[in-house]
Each structure stands twice: as C-alpha cells, then as structure tokens.
C-alpha cells in the first residue's frame, strides 16, 4: 500500500507527484545506492529498526558509487523518522534511494546532479507470513554471485541487483519461492536477497564477505542473538553438498527478516519445517522488534511522539 508523502531532496511530496526524467542517469546505468529499513510497531508508538547502521552503509555505499550526497546522515535519519510520522505508520517498510539523477548521458556521470528519495509503505513479510512459521522452497541458481573484483558485493548498488533479479526470476520460473546463489568458487554465498545460517549438529555455519555476501544487518542482529543464544557460530566457505545434510537453514534480511528454508532443490531440510534454533532466534528477534522485551542491544529508534503526532 503506497503511503501518502514522499520525502524527496529536502521537500515532502505527495506519492503521486514524485517523478523524474527519462534521461536519468540511473535509470540508463544502475547508478544508485539504497537502503531496506523496517519500523516495528511497539506499546510506545513505531520504531526504526537499527536506523544508524543503515544510513551508516547508505553513505558507505554513495561513498564506493562515487555519489556524493547533498546531506548529512543525521539529516537523512531525521528525515526518515518524519517521512514514517508523516504518513501516519506505526509499522513500515522504509526505502532511502540515492540516485544520479537527469543530464548527460554517458558512464561517466558525476557532472548529473545527485537526487535523495525516501519513500514508506506496508509491506509483509516479503517471503509469505506462512513462509517465517512453515519455511520456504529454495533452489540453487544457475547464476553466480559477481566474483571478487568485479562489483562491490558490500555496497548496495542498484546495477548489482540485475544479478539478484535473474537469480529471483529463475527461481520463481521454476515453482521456488527463492533462489539461492553460489559464489564463482562454486561454494553458497547467499540468497537473491538475503544471507543464509547454516544449522549442522546444533553449529551454526554462515559465509564471510569472501563469499560475495552482503554483510547484512539483520545478519548482525541474529548473530547477536545467537552469542545471547549461547550458539556456536562458525564463519566458514559452505560447500553446496552441505545444504543437502543441513539439519536447518534460514535466511535472514530486513525484507525477510528470519525466514526458515524447508527444502532446497526439492530435498526436504531437517524435518521439512522451522528448527529449534531459527525458532528461538526468530522469537527473540520479534519479542525486541516489537518491544515486547526490552531493547538490550539499543536496536530501536523509535519515532518521536511529537513528530509522530504531525501526521
């Protein structure tokens, strides 16, 4: 559901009058950077999940894109917090876009101007409500991750993400729920949109930045949890062999937030549904997201009542 204002370079607008042109730079060559960011609904009003990390990592990735952006972070964070206010959310999905916007064409683009969006809306679970109890169907994708060297996996550039469109739409073309992704090695790199916890014999086995990962932030959240967990966590190359023997796996991701894989490649995974581990994450992850307990790790901004009251 689109909200009703747009915060775009500065200004607020309604959704309907946010445009741009057709000789935008991004639109030719994916030159953009964004961000993912949830807010949680909690007993004292919405709360932006891990808001200083993201907008940390949207600068780092403008900084690698060469996209030198007109604001400060506390502006953009200041900016968000009033975009969820202003279109009345007390749970949403929030999208900051850094993008180079119209003039000449060309792949050297910096003499375009630089434009800042930052949209909301509802949205769900992005892999289904029943797929965080139940779990998901995955298929490892014939196309690879981008091998080192060629693109920068720990940036979110919106040129990269043709990548994860192909790997998305194959999967979907051939009745999955997700694609799963390999790195030029040959070994599990990640999701099309989302880092993947491996579970054997009660360790927990997750792919490091060599594997052309993400390193995403809920990624952080959960590894968190797990040390609060008392889990082992080993940061280890995933042969594929192994997500065949796996006694659970899970994504995790802002969208996804932690969504358990029942079967990959049509091979049931553990008994084919959520596991202990991803079953006590997942309740610490929400019991904190949703405030429910407290805020141990200081995860939560939560929307200022005086701005939230603007609406």
């Known amino acids: 559901m689109n909200a009703e204002w747009i915060w775009h370079n500065g200004e607020f607008m309604r959704w309907e009058d946010v445009n741009v042109h057709v000789s935008t730079h991004a639109l030719h060559y994916g030159s953009s950077v964004f961000e993912g960011i949830r807010a949680y609904t909690t007993p004292h009003g919405p709360a932006v999940f ?73 949205w769900g679970a992005y892999l289904g409500v029943e797929g965080l109890e139940k779990g998901v169907d995955v298929q490892v994708s014939s196309w690879r991750r981008l091998a080192p060297g060629t693109a920068v996996s720990m940036a979110k550039i919106g040129g990269q993400y043709v990548n994860s469109q192909l790997i998305s739409m194959e999967a979907h073309d051939n009745g999955f729920d997700e694609g799963l992704a390999l790195d030029s090695s040959g070994n599990v790199s990640e999701g099309a949109g989302e880092n993947i916890f491996v579970i054997v014999d009660g360790v927990v086995y997750t792919p490091g930045g060599w594997a052309s990962i993400l390193p995403g932030i809920t990624r952080d959240s959960v590894l968190t949890i797990l040390q609060d967990m008392g889990v082992e966590v080993r940061f280890e190359t995933i042969a594929r062999d192994m997500l065949y023997l ?38 610490q992850f929400f019991a904190i997201t949703s405030g429910e307990v407290a805020d141990r790790h200081g995860w939560l901004t939560p929307v200022p009542a005086a701005v939230h009251q603007r609406g």
């Open 50 to 122: 891990r808001l200083p990390e993201h907008t940390r990592r949207l600068f780092y990735s403008s900084r690698v894109a060469r996209l030198d952006v007109p604001f400060t972070e506390d502006e953009i964070n200041e900016a968000i917090l009033e975009t969820i206010a202003r279109n009345g959310h007390q749970a949403c999905y929030v999208r900051p876009l850094v993008f180079r916007g119209a003039g000449p064409l060309g792949l050297e683009g910096r003499k375009n101007p630089v434009d800042v969006t930052i949209f909301t809306m509802e």
């Open 246 to 283: 796996a006694d659970e796996v899970f994504f995790t991701g802002t969208a996804a937030e932690i969504t358990p894989v029942r079967s990959i490649d049509r091979l049931q995974v553990g008994e084919g549904k959520r596991g202990p581990v991803t079953k006590e994450a997942q309740d």
